[in-house]
Nanobody, 120 residues
Framework: QVQVVESGGGLVPAGGSLRLSCAAS????????MGWYRQAPGKQRELVTT???????NYADSVKGRFTISRDNAKNTVYLQMNSLKPEDTAVYYC??????????????WGQGTQVTVSS
C-alpha cells in the first residue's frame, strides 16, 4: 500500500523559517518527479516547486530565492526549506510524487497535507 506523508508544518512569525518533509513508501517503481503544492483558504491549489530524478528544480516566482527543494532518493523523501516566510505563504502544503510506468503512462500520488501558518 502506498503512503505519502508530510510533516514539519506549524505556526511561525513573519520572517521565520520552517522545514517540511515528505516520505513516500510502498512505491516499487522509481519515483520520477517530486514536488510541493499549496492551497490557501478559499483559493485554488497552486504549484510551489518540483524536483526531478536528476535534481533539476522548478520554483514558482512567488517563492524563488526563499524556498529550496531537495530529495533523498534512497529514502524516497523530499524536503522543502522555507526561509523569510510571509503571511501570504499561509496554506496547507501538499506533497506530490510521480511514478512513470510503461507505455508512457504515469501515476500521481498525493499526501494529505500539512498546515503552515505565518503570522504578521
Amino acid at each position: 500500500q502506498v503512503q505519502v506523508v508530510e510533516s514539519g508544518g506549524g505556526l511561525v512569525p513573519a520572517g521565520g523559517s520552517l522545514r517540511l518533509s515528505c516520505a513516500a513508501s510502498g512505491i516499487r517503481s522509481s519515483i520520477s518527479t517530486m514536488g510541493w503544492y499549496r492551497q490557501a483558504p478559499g483559493k485554488q491549489r497552486e504549484l510551489v516547486t518540483t524536483i526531478g530524478s536528476g535534481d533539476s528544480t522548478n520554483y514558482a516566482d512567488s517563492v524563488k530565492g526563499r524556498f529550496t527543494i531537495s530529495r533523498d532518493n534512497a529514502k524516497n523523501t523530499v524536503y522543502l526549506q522555507m526561509n523569510s516566510l510571509k503571511p501570504e505563504d499561509t496554506a496547507v502544503y501538499y506533497c506530490n510524487a510521480v511514478v512513470r510506468l510503461v507505455a508512457g503512462s504515469f501515476i500521481n500520488y498525493w499526501g494529505q497535507g500539512t498546515q503552515v501558518t505565518v503570522s504578521s
